[in-house]
């Protein structure tokens, strides 16, 4: 269990102006927004950065970052830690990690439940970590781990371990996976309970990787509303070989996938801390189901996040748009959103600015 204290750093005297009191939902904040944001200054709860993106020791990225951090809160979501790796963590990127933190003091710290490190093939997890970094390969990837009892040490040693260096709790995010394994002591949301726990840990629910596995696991069923598989053949291709699009799910099949994803949510143990949520979009590719982050949170996503509020309150929310990312007020359109649905579904009867019809059908959507 955590028991450091949070750092006392030079940095921490850093306050933000922009973030506005009273909101709850950031913003993903990707190159293409860099200058607009510091420019115009949009209201948003909280700023997420990539933390590997800003591991340079100085540079015009960190001093993005470093203006960014003086007007808003900043949190720092990781892709590259591998907290389930049995052969370890890289020290080299724990370091870095911890110097931003120590520059930046971030409202929060998180990566995946995940592993992309792992030993040669034909070499043993306990040789690779006996031997030097060149023995271990890094997959650039997040995978997914088994759900067992040694699994569970392994990351909870991990965790802990970033944690003590860290001097901070950090949270934990829920993947996405398109392949899993046979072997399983628990369910996930038990095996991330029970993380939590030994660790002190937070969790961020990625609630739109709980409907592209929900999906995947029932055949990849197109949502209403959804485009259908749109890729067009390069030229000379067989349109044959085309992936076929999808079909598309009935409002039956809909309510099942959003009660299986509200039932994962609510399997959660109730003293564990929910410290973020993560909102986007995915598509449809043939027979699979892509987290891409290339498009806007669809209706049952939504309806599975006003459950997450019901049960966890205003958590703070993030929009997240990685790939094809559009013009700052269609983002900004979607944060807005979100911040409609927090209101009315944990202050029922409030006022809000933007888009109010939607956002009331939204909050009475039943799981």
Known sequence: MLTTAAPATASASVTATAATPGLSVGLGWRHPHYAQVLAERPALAFL?????????????????????RALYPVSLHGVGLSLGSAVGLDDWHLAQLARLVERIDPVRVSDHASFARGPWAGQSASAATQTAQASVVHAADLLPIPWTHEALAVMA??????QERLRRPIAVENLSAYLSWAQADFSEPDFLTELARRTGCHLLVDVNNLMVNALNAHGAPRLP??????SQ???????????????????????????????????????????????????????????????????????VHAHALRRWGAVPALIEWDTDIPELDVLLAEVALAEALANQVTHAGASLPVRPAEARNLAGATA
């Open 157 to 162: 040693a991990n965790v802990q371990r970033v």
């Open 48 to 68: 997420e950065v990539h933390s590997e993106n800003f591991f340079a020791d100085g540079g015009a990225a960190l001093e993005v970052l470093q203006r960014g």
């Open 225 to 230: 509303g959804e485009p259908g598989h749109a």
């Open 233 to 303: 053949p390069a030229p000379g291709t067989d349109p044959q070989a085309m992936p076929p699009a999808a079909k598309v799910a009935t409002a039956a099949d809909t309510d099942a996938l959003v009660r299986s994803c509200c039932a994962w949510l609510d399997a959660l143990g109730r003293d564990v801390t929910v410290a973020e949520i993560h909102l986007a979009g995915h598509v449809h590719a043939g027979d699979i189901v892509i987290d891409d982050h290339g498009s806007r949170v669809s209706q049952p996503v939504w309806r």
